[in-house]
């Protein structure tokens, strides 16, 4: 018997939009979904996060990333057909809803009140602290409390407790449970919902284990791709690995956009090495993530043993002679060598048919190419990057953040085709 295990919390509008999809999920892997309340709030105590003072992990994030990861939500909540409205009074305390979900023994009724709670937080802009609308989400669900308060506030303690002591940090986070027993890991994130869904055992065809789309009018015209990326961060590493098939596909150009990725985060108030920012539940995922990320790619990935590595040099390299993207890549994250390092560069560069010596020369003495990588940092900076890889494509202007995002870049490059199409001739 296998079960879905959603852990969530009425206050999170990542766990909303999963939980307008995770039932089709199950039913598509043919496996049963139990709602899982935890508090939120209680894992971020767990786990010591960094939060805001009214208790929101979004207020310790620089604007920039603020302002892309909203947009990004909209985005995926338009994609899944969710509708979602910003609640005005967010973040409400969800203390008292979610253990008045705990207390709805049956898994169909606490689903459905769930279902209640989060369109009352995410659609009618509700105060879901209010005892009146919590009564009132109750009677519309259906669903049946047990007597005891107080065994609803010892369920939720018990659930988040559960939680954090496997790691989990924040919501919606996803066990396979197989005979009441979890997996030993755990998947985070409704963006992360396709991967789950291979481990389910669903086809890579699926819709919903792909979560690109395919348009018949893919190479009719062609468009611009910026790819802004820097040697340091593995998952522009990982982004590399895709850009030029994804443009190829969809009948676009890639345009290459090197910055110092370190000279943007202090631009817009980030940490140099935003993973050693966050907590260590929150770390020890992230490499779980570039794992499951570079399997799902087909590519290896190896952390260097210099890390956090100084990349100026090697990206006016790449400025000066762009086809070394993938070798400088390579060296750094397959091979885990110090690109950084001027001699170490030099060899990798001839080792792989490239004049390592000029090239290496020339990084260092000319100014256009310093000028050039400054042109593209702080070009960046203006466009509201925050971090990399970030696509920017021509006729959008909006910048895309991330690595996993290919099927919104796909999105966006359909939406530049069709913008620079001529009108169709009308039918005599």
């Known amino acids: 018997m296998t079960t879905l295990r959603f852990l969530f919390d009425v206050q999170c509008p990542y766990a909303y939009v999963a939980s307008r999809r995770v039932e089709a999920l199950a039913k598509a ?44 939500l909209q985005r995926e909540a338009e994609r899944w057909c969710v509708p979602l409205v910003w609640n005005s009074k967010h973040p409400v305390r969800s203390v008292e809803p979610m253990r008045v979900l705990c207390r709805v023994h049956d898994l169909s009724q606490r689903a459905r009140l769930a279902h209640v709670l989060f369109e009352q937080y995410w659609v009618a802009d509700a105060d879901v602290s209010d005892p009146r609308v919590i009564a009132a989400c109750v009677s519309k669900s259906g669903a049946v409390l047990a007597a005891s308060v107080d065994a609803g506030r010892d369920a939720l303690k018990a659930n988040t407790t559960w939680a954090s002591q496997r790691g989990v940090f924040g919501v919606p986070t996803f066990f396979i449970m197989r005979n009441g027993k979890p997996s030993e890991r755990f998947w985070h994130g409704q963006d992360r919902m396709f991967i789950l869904a291979r481990v389910l055992g669903m086809a890579p065809t699926h819709p919903l284990s792909n979560p690109l789309r395919l348009y018949p009018d893919t190479q009719q015209g062609r468009c611009i791709v910026d790819f802004y990326h820097d040697f340091a961060s593995p998952w522009s590493y990982l982004g590399s690995t895709q850009v030029f098939n994804l443009a190829e596909r969809a009948g676009a150009t890639v345009r290459l956009k090197p910055i110092l990725l370190g000279a943007l985060f202090k631009a817009i108030g980030t940490p140099n090495v935003p993973m050693f920012a966050v907590s260590e539940a929150k770390r020890a995922y992230g490499g779980l993530d570039m794992t499951d990320f570079a399997q799902l790619h087909g590519v290896s990935l190896t952390f260097p043993k210099d890390f956090p590595l100084r990349t100026v040099l090697p990206l006016r390299v790449q400025i000066a002679e762009p086809a070394c993207l993938p070798v400088l890549y390579k060296a750094a994250w397959v091979d885990g060598q110090n690109i950084g390092d001027a001699k170490v560069l030099q060899g990798v560069l001839t080792a792989n048919g490239f004049d390592g010596a000029a090239l290496v020369a020339r990084a260092n003495s000319d100014a256009a190419l310093k000028s050039e990588l400054a042109r593209n940092t702080d070009e960046a900076q203006r466009l509201g990057v925050c971090g990399v890889p970030t696509y920017v494509v021509e006729g959008v202007g909006e910048p895309v953040w991330g690595q996993d995002r290919a099927h919104v870049v796909m999105d966006m490059i359909a939406v530049s085709k069709a913008q620079r199409m001529p009108p169709r001739p009308s039918k005599m």
Do not use: W
């Open 29 to 72: 892997a043919h496996c049963d979904v139990e709602f899982f309340p935890v508090l939120l709030g209680g894992l971020y105590a767990d786990t010591q996060a960094p939060q805001g003072k009214d208790g929101s992990a979004s207020d310790v994030m620089a604007p920039n990333k603020r302002v892309i990861t909203s947009r990004d």
